[in-house]
């Protein structure tokens, strides 16, 4: 219950969260239509305003050249004044058309206006006035005439653009200046700038909204499908939730039935099972495999010892012990036979057969050395005779998978090498672990070892040689623990496992036992 409030409130938040998401990009899709159009606007403000710039000065230019040029240079009748209205066959200087030019245009396009100043303005006319970006603008073209300033500004509704050039003196403007009486400065040269020349444009921003209208509309139509999208998303989503409740309910029996399914398999199986990797059919292959046979001694004897409750507890943990000490290496689990186990290595997974044979022997180590602890344990919770187990290990050819009916299998092995290794378990010393000499070949750098009785056995043709395994010689398992067992001797420490506090206390127990055993021989000689 708790876990599907817990699912609604999680639809709800995402639900929202996407829908603060959609608003916000509604929102700021103006914002980015107004970028847009913003930045549109300036780029052609800014080529209308060049384009009208170079307009004016290219006529003014000719005009002066191929007209004015041309009358001064053959004197008559005609003047070349600025207040050419008052005389009668007078034309205007360049100045004055190229003002009368951009009044022209600012009566035909109101959002143009046209400039034509100068800081050095003839006597007896007003003068200019230049605001800060004019003057900023002269005094910068007088040192580098050779680029125009463009400047722009945009507000809410607005777009502007203010473009200035310089007004450079040509040969006829010099001639003219340097000699007239009204002239305020005589010392004019040739690519001087008297002044500037400025086109102003501005243009609402809404003129360019329509060039939009497809874009706006599939956008509109955009966030429709967008909202739409949501809603029905929401209404599956409760439906998914719905089926989600029901599917989570299966999965929970699956998973608690797959859960106390996989308590019957080894992990491997379970695992190769329910990835797909196998197959449930009866099928069978021919591997090499090191398999593993232990037994605890006298088993029965024990249990007419103990209640069964006890022996019940004490068989649990350990085999849960011996089992958590298999899966660390690697090894599947075959079965539990009574109070013996069979294990085995190289299927469904081998890391190759001197790998395997190694991880069985340092399995098979672990797990009498993990036995000597817990019989310390079960000793000191008043338990006179503990377990003691005998191992035996084989390697050879064995058939594994799964054997049994269509209804019902079993996934094991079967083969006389598998019958071996629980013959050599049978001739193990309590505590002791026997291989075959298969098996030893493929540890032999790892174990030192002694042969024992050569034996013979039903269904295996050569004579088998074990060997009594005395110590790993790597160090993996017992590089800090002593085991040792023999009529009127089962020793174990674990000198890792020894706190500094309890060290003085284990050379005394260590004392006192060669004590004994001195004065049992003193005994012994008188």
């Known amino acids: 219950m708790e876990k599907d409030q817990n699912d609604n409130e999680n639809l709800r938040s995402r639900a929202l969260l996407t829908g603060c998401l959609i608003a916000l990009l509604l929102a700021a899709l103006p914002v980015a239509v107004w970028l847009d159009l913003t930045s549109l606007s300036d780029a052609a403000l800014r080529r209308q305003a060049s384009d009208l710039n170079s307009v004016i000065k290219s006529v003014r230019h000719y005009y002066s050249a191929n007209v004015v040029g041309r009358i001064l240079a053959h004197p008559g009748q005609v003047q070349v004044i600025h207040d050419y209205e008052n005389v009668p066959g007078a034309i205007p200087i360049p100045a004055t058309l190229s003002l009368e030019l951009g009044k022209v245009i600012g009566e035909q396009q109101s959002n143009i206006t046209y400039r034509f100043v100068s800081d050095y303005p003839f006597k007896n006319r007003a003068p200019h006035q230049l605001d800060a970006f004019e003057q900023d603008a002269l005094e910068a073209l007088r040192n580098d005439a050779s680029n125009n300033i463009v400047s722009g500004k945009a507000d809410l509704f607005s777009d502007s653009v203010r473009l200035v050039s310089p007004v450079v003196m040509a040969p006829a403007c010099v001639a003219c200046h340097n000699v007239h009486p009204e002239s305020p400065k005589r010392?004019?040269?040739?690519?001087?700038?008297?002044?500037?020349?400025?086109?102003?444009?501005?243009?609402?921003?809404?003129?360019?909204?329509?060039?939009?209208?497809?874009?706006?509309?599939?956008?509109?139509?955009?966030?429709?499908?967008?909202?739409?999208?949501?809603?029905?998303?929401?209404?599956?989503?409760?439906?998914?939730?719905?089926?989600?409740?029901?599917?989570?309910?299966?999965?929970?029996?699956?998973?608690?039935?797959?859960?106390?399914?996989?308590?019957?398999?080894?992990?491997?199986?379970?695992?190769?099972?329910?990835?797909?990797?196998?197959?449930?059919?009866?099928?069978?292959?021919?591997?090499?495999?090191?398999?593993?046979?232990?037994?605890?001694?006298?088993?029965?004897?024990?249990?007419?010892?103990?209640?069964?409750?006890?022996?019940?507890?004490?068989?649990?943990?350990?085999?849960?012990?011996?089992?958590?000490?298999?899966?660390?290496?690697?090894?599947?689990?075959?079965?539990?036979?009574?109070?013996?186990?069979?294990?085995?290595?190289?299927?469904?997974?081998?890391?190759?057969?001197?790998?395997?044979?190694?991880?069985?022997?340092?399995?098979?180590?672990?797990?009498?050395?993990?036995?000597?602890?817990?019989?310390?344990?079960?000793?000191?919770?008043?338990?006179?005779?503990?377990?003691?187990?005998?191992?035996?290990?084989?390697?050879?050819?064995?058939?594994?998978?799964?054997?049994?009916?269509?209804?019902?299998?079993?996934?094991?092995?079967?083969?006389?090498?598998?019958?071996?290794?629980?013959?050599?378990?049978?001739?193990?010393?309590?505590?002791?672990?026997?291989?075959?000499?298969?098996?030893?070949?493929?540890?032999?750098?790892?174990?030192?070892?002694?042969?024992?009785?050569?034996?013979?056995?039903?269904?295996?043709?050569?004579?088998?040689?074990?060997?009594?395994?005395?110590?790993?010689?790597?160090?993996?398992?017992?590089?800090?623990?002593?085991?040792?067992?023999?009529?009127?001797?089962?020793?174990?420490?674990?000198a890792a496992a020894v706190t500094p506090a309890d060290s003085d206390k284990v050379r005394a127990v260590l004392l006192q036992a060669l004590s004994s055993l001195e004065r049992r021989e003193e005994k012994a000689a008188e």
């Not at 967008?226 to 029905?232: E, I, N, P």
């Not at 439906?239 to 039935?257: G, Y």
């Not at 299927?347 to 036995?371: F, N, T, V």
């Not at 083969?415 to 032999?444: C, D, F, H, K, M």
């Open 187 to 494: 010392d004019w040269k040739v690519g001087d700038v008297r002044g500037i020349q400025e086109v102003s444009i501005t243009q609402p921003i809404a003129a360019n909204l329509f060039s939009f209208k497809f874009l706006l509309a599939y956008l509109v139509l955009a966030a429709v499908s967008g909202v739409s999208f949501v809603a029905m998303q929401r209404r599956q989503s409760l439906k998914i939730v719905a089926m989600n409740k029901e599917l989570e309910t299966n999965n929970d029996f699956l998973a608690t039935l797959s859960m106390k399914i996989s308590r019957y398999i080894p992990p491997q199986i379970y695992k190769s099972i329910f990835s797909g990797q196998k197959d449930v059919v009866i099928h069978t292959e021919r591997k090499k495999l090191t398999i593993f046979f232990s037994d605890i001694q006298n088993f029965t004897a024990t249990t007419e010892r103990l209640q069964p409750e006890l022996i019940t507890q004490l068989l649990n943990e350990y085999f849960t012990e011996m089992s958590e000490i298999a899966h660390r290496h690697g090894g599947t689990i075959d079965k539990f036979i009574g109070d013996a186990m069979l294990i085995f290595f190289g299927d469904p997974e081998s890391k190759g057969d001197r790998a395997d044979a190694q991880a069985c022997l340092r399995m098979a180590w672990a797990m009498q050395r993990r036995l000597a602890e817990l019989n310390a344990k079960w000793r000191a919770a008043g338990i006179e005779q503990p377990f003691r187990a005998r191992i035996g290990i084989n390697s050879g050819y064995c058939n594994v998978g799964n054997f049994g009916s269509a209804d019902r299998m079993d996934y094991t092995i079967i083969g006389a090498e598998a019958n071996l290794a629980a013959r050599l378990q049978a001739i193990a010393e309590p505590g002791g672990i026997v291989i075959s000499y298969e098996t030893y070949a493929l540890v032999s750098d790892i174990i030192a070892a002694h042969t024992l009785p050569s034996i013979t056995m039903k269904g295996i043709s050569r004579e088998v040689v074990p060997y009594a395994v005395d110590h790993l010689r790597d160090g993996s398992e017992a590089s800090n623990v002593v085991i040792e067992k023999m009529p009127g001797l089962e020793f174990y420490l674990d």
